[in-house]
């Protein structure tokens, strides 16, 4: 199974943090960092620039 699709219904709540670690064959605190370490990148902040008239 893809592990996106795992943690994806982990941060959905259809499946238990206990389940997706058993899933993906890791224990608790590993899965919390996987978890974080998952988490998109929040978008740049683009310039605001000036419109010359």
Same mark, same amino acid.
């Given at each position: 199974m893809d592990k996106r699709k795992v943690i994806a219904a982990? #941060? !959905?709540? $259809? =499946?238990?943090s206990q @389940?997706?670690?058993q =899933?993906?064959?890791l224990d608790n605190q590993d899965l919390l960092g996987f978890v !974080?370490?998952? $988490?998109p @990148? /929040? /978008?740049m902040k683009l310039r605001k620039q000036?419109? #010359?008239s």
């Open positions: 982990y #941060r !959905r709540g $259809l =499946i238990s @389940e997706c670690a =899933i993906l064959g !974080r370490d998952t $988490l @990148e /929040p /978008p000036s419109v #010359r």
